[in-house]
């Protein structure tokens, strides 16, 4: 089979002929139909302080069908379509028990997407309604992220939310602050491109980046948020959110920056600012993902700006790491 192999030390993405995996006894082998591109796989890839690795396979928001199961497994059948939860739990540590897979060190990884097949223990299997297609079933990963953060968020309904940013993750913590009950939402980020995407998500309001912006969100809010999601995790963002939040208001970074983000304690100090990082999710937020996936105010997959083959894989992340016009990339092997 074909997939893509990161060299590591921010070498060049390859594409590799590998053979063609078997499943253990408790696990699943599928077809990739698709497999989204995210943030971290254009940051963790650079050869920087968080990296995947040395010769690796990766590739974390994918769905596919199944053809062929582990000998110990009844009820799991060729034909069957799933997502994989790439995070797998041990079930047995403290980050299992918070119901976060990420923060699992011994569950280990089924990040293997970006191939024409993959193995995934059933552990790490989650059924797709027959209303969802395998596009679909891609897009359950960073829904889940975005649905994790808003759900230990502490929004109360009707909250004034400020989301930063208009990547996918913006775009679904938009998504589900609307689903879950937030009063007036704005979307603020450096550009418009993604605008009308971002108020057909659920934003009442957009306002770009400036010198104007504080009292352009407090007009589009009635006021300073509540609740400031930021989710861009570019240098300045925290600054940025603490300049917003109302006083005794809460921050919660979702943009998983990989630089020094410097704020200054006094000025989040003075508005006695809770400020919380956020990552990862469960079984649980994908579960919801896949049984509420249809039934939201929009569809999901409105994020998806280009569907490329594996072979393009290499070119597509050098140039997501430039100034381009894509939201959410598919690959299709």
């Known amino acids: 089979m074909k997939a893509a192999i990161y060299p590591g030390a921010g070498k060049p993405i390859v594409i590799a002929t590998l053979p063609d995996p078997e499943p253990g006894p408790d696990e699943v082998v599928i077809r990739v139909h698709r497999c989204g591109i995210c943030g971290t796989d254009l940051s963790m890839t650079k050869g920087e302080a968080f990296d995947f690795g040395t010769n690796v396979q990766f590739g974390h928001e994918y769905a596919g069908e199944i053809v062929a199961a582990g000998s110990n497994l009844s009820g799991w059948r060729p034909g069957d379509r ?5 995070s797998l739990g041990c079930g047995h540590c403290l980050a299992c028990d918070e119901g976060n897979n990420v923060l699992c060190r011994a569950g280990g990884s089924a990040s293997a997407g ?16 027959q209303t969802l297609s395998l596009a679909d079933g891609a897009l359950i990963e960073p829904l889940a ?18 989301v930063l940013g208009a990547g996918t993750v913006a775009l679904y913590a938009i998504y589900w602050a609307r689903r879950m009950g937030a009063g007036r939402i704005a979307a603020m980020s450096r550009s418009e491109r993604r605008s009308a995407l971002a108020l057909e998500m659920g934003a009442d309001a957009f306002v770009g980046f400036g010198e104007a912006e504080v009292g352009e969100i407090i007009e589009a809010l009635g006021g300073p948020p509540d609740l400031v999601l ?11 959110a603490v300049t917003h939040v109302r006083p005794f208001g809460q921050i919660v970074s979702l943009g998983f920056c990989t630089a020094p983000d410097p704020v200054m304690p ?7 600012a809770l400020i919380r990082f956020l990552v990862g999710y469960g079984p649980s937020e994908f ?16 994020v998806v700006s280009c569907i490329i083959p594996l072979d393009d894989l290499p070119t597509m992340i050098e140039g997501l790491r430039r100034p381009n016009a894509e939201t959410k990339v598919h690959v299709a092997p």
Do not use: W
Request: net charge positive; with cysteine; hydrophobic share 40%.
């Open 266 to 272: 006094a000025l989040a100090a003075y508005k006695c």
């Open 82 to 86: 799933i997502c994989a939860i790439p």
């Open 114 to 129: 970006f191939a024409e097949f993959a193995r995934v223990p059933v552990s790490g299997a989650i059924r797709l309604p």
């Open 145 to 162: 992220v975005s649905l994790y953060g808003l759900r230990h968020s502490g929004m109360k309904q009707g909250a004034k939310v400020l």
């Open 287 to 302: 579960r919801h993902c896949a049984e509420t996936f249809d039934k939201g105010h929009v569809d999901p997959g409105q």
């Open 230 to 240: 930021e989710c861009v995790g570019a240098t300045g963002m925290l600054a940025r």
